[in-house]
């Protein structure tokens, strides 16, 4: 993987890059995540395929533009990073908040995709109870409490008996939370509170579909993930039977060979 800063549209952002491949596939992080979450996954991936992996604006070492990042934001900047990089397709496989990411990039731009992969993510807007919980956390920020994040959010994304094993990537997220800026956690927040409801787009999309989820997620429940696939009979699913919330992670050979079984399908050259 190569690492570079490139700027994207007006964005600088930090981009990690294998750049050898026939197809690609962009793998979007999630919240309080940086491109590093998959620095194991991807010596899966990129012996088959080109592998890109970013920082999205407002966590990692992109930058913060302003106080609220949308949904619709974040997807104009991976069109202009592969713009950049002179990607005309890919395969966009967003993990929670970048999943969200991913539906707005394939509302806005469904033509330079090969196919999407909602892994541990829902096209679902937010609750009042989960706007109110983001709410809860911007609070925190600004009051100068993020560690309190950082306290409970890394290890509710395990499975609870895969906690003990994961301890390791646990502390690393939880340091992640640590010297993620503020401005960014608060406008990242901001921007999946505002963010909409896509079941109608994604039912009505050409663009071939995989959800990944994992069978005990304390974030998308088994009655939410059952909703779920019942509303999208166009996508195809995979279910990870010991994984919770980081799939990528806790099943990282079966997560793996799903995307790329999904990629050989759908995908054409980049």
């Not at 509710?156 to 993620?180: C, P, Q, S, W």
Request: aromatic letters at 6%; proline letters at 3%; glycine letters at 8%.
């Amino acid at each position: 993987m190569v690492e570079k800063f490139i700027t994207a549209g007006d964005t600088p952002l930090h981009v990690c890059d294998s750049e050898k491949g026939d197809k690609c596939v962009v793998l979007l992080h999630g919240y309080l995540e940086s491109m590093l979450i998959w620095e194991e996954f991807v010596p899966l991936l990129y012996k088959q395929v080109r592998v890109i992996t970013l920082d999205l604006p407002g966590h990692g070492i992109s930058v913060v533009k302003g106080e609220c990042h949308t949904m619709e934001f974040l997807a104009d900047t991976v069109l202009a990073m592969l713009d950049k990089l002179g990607i005309g397709k890919c395969t966009l496989v967003g993990h929670s908040m970048g999943g969200y990411a991913a539906l707005a990039f394939c509302e806005k731009y469904p033509e330079r995709l090969d196919g999407i992969v909602l892994l541990s993510s829902t096209p679902n807007a937010d609750s009042e109870e989960k706007r109110k919980n983001r709410e809860r956390e911007i609070a925190l920020v600004k009051s100068g409490r993020k560690e309190l994040l950082a306290r409970t959010a890394p290890e509710t994304g395990f499975a609870a008996d895969n906690r003990r094993a994961m301890k390791d990537y646990i502390e690393d997220l939880a340091e992640t939370v640590h010297i993620t800026e503020d401005g960014g956690i608060i406008a990242l927040l901001n921007g999946m509170i505002r963010r909409k409801d896509m079941n109608d787009m994604l039912r009505a999309s050409k663009v071939p579909q995989l959800f990944i989820l994992g069978c005990k997620d304390e974030y998308i429940t088994e009655p939410t993930a059952e909703a779920m696939i019942a509303a999208h009979p166009q996508a195809e699913v995979i279910r990870l039977d010991d994984s919770g919330h980081m799939g990528f992670l806790e099943q990282r050979e079966e997560c793996a060979e799903a995307i790329l079984s999904f990629i050989g399908k759908h995908s054409q050259t980049a």
